[in-house]
T-cell receptor
Framework: GEDVEQSLFLSVREGDSSVINCTYT??????LYWYKQEPGAGLQLLTY?????DMKQDQRLTVLLNKKDKHLSLRIADTQTGDSAIYFC????????????FGIGTKLQVIP | ETGVTQSPTHLIKTRGQQVTLRCSSQ?????VSWYQQALGQGPQFIFQ???????GRGNFPPRFSGLQFPNYSSELNVNALELDDSALYLC??????????????????FGPGTRLTVL
């Protein structure tokens, strides 16, 4: 199957860390992505991880992948009000064509 | 700014009508994908075009069709509009390379979307 699941809402205080979680079902996924969508805007790719990696760090962002549990997380350090947005977890199985399957999105609210 | 543009920004149609949405890919990109994002949902893959041919399709009926032009711009056409077609339609372009019979995909860049409302 091709399901990607996320919690709907997360609220954090400015300066704290945010952790957004995602589970996926397709064990053959090759790439796993985190996208950010601000109101009225398209999707911005934040970061991605190959399925043969456990962790990837990029400035304030840390992605952790647990392949055994098919669990992906995005940690945002020192969360800022500008991080308020909807965050989508997505997966892509390579081969054939570039179909990306998205989760429903987690709305991150940052309280000043 | 990703360099991917879409038009129009907003559109209102009535049930049964037909609509054409347009996408201009980022310079140098040869592949375009279209997604439908209903309110409160994640984007759903409609189809992908590579070198002017459809090379992948999601779970959408045939009344959703597309075109990719030699300059790699693209259109999404929807016939016999239904109320449930109301959504944000996103296109994404990427550069696909071919070597030894295999295709190699790079990052997709999304446009800002077209908001379609069907009344």
């Amino acid at each position: 199957g091709e399901d990607v699941e996320q919690s709907l809402f997360l609220s954090v205080r400015e300066g704290d860390s945010s952790v957004i979680n995602c589970t996926y079902t397709d064990s053959s996924s090759t790439y796993l992505y985190w996208y950010k969508q601000e109101p009225g805007a398209g999707l911005q790719l934040l970061t991605y991880i190959f399925s043969n990696m456990d962790m990837k760090q990029d400035q304030r962002l840390t992605v952790l992948l647990n392949k055994k549990d098919k669990h992906l997380s995005l940690r945002i350090a020192d969360t800022q009000t500008g991080d308020s947005a909807i965050y989508f977890c997505a997966e892509w199985r390579s081969g054939g064509y570039q179909k990306v399957t998205f989760g429903i999105g987690t709305k991150l609210q940052v309280i000043p | 700014e990703t360099g991917v543009t879409q038009s129009p920004t907003h559109l209102i149609k009535t049930r049964g009508q037909q609509v054409t949405l347009r996408c201009s890919s980022q310079s140098g990109h040869n592949t375009v994908s279209w997604y439908q994002q209903a309110l409160g949902q994640g984007p759903q893959f409609i189809f992908q075009y590579y070198r002017e041919e459809e090379n992948g399709r999601g779970n959408f009926p045939p009344r959703f069709s597309g075109l990719q032009f030699p300059n790699y711009s693209s259109e999404l056409n929807v016939n016999a509009l239904e109320l449930d077609d109301s959504a944000l339609y996103l296109c994404a372009s990427s550069l696909v390379g071919a070597s030894g019979g295999s295709l190699f995909y790079n990052e997709q860049f999304f446009g800002p979307g077209t908001r379609l409302t069907v009344l």
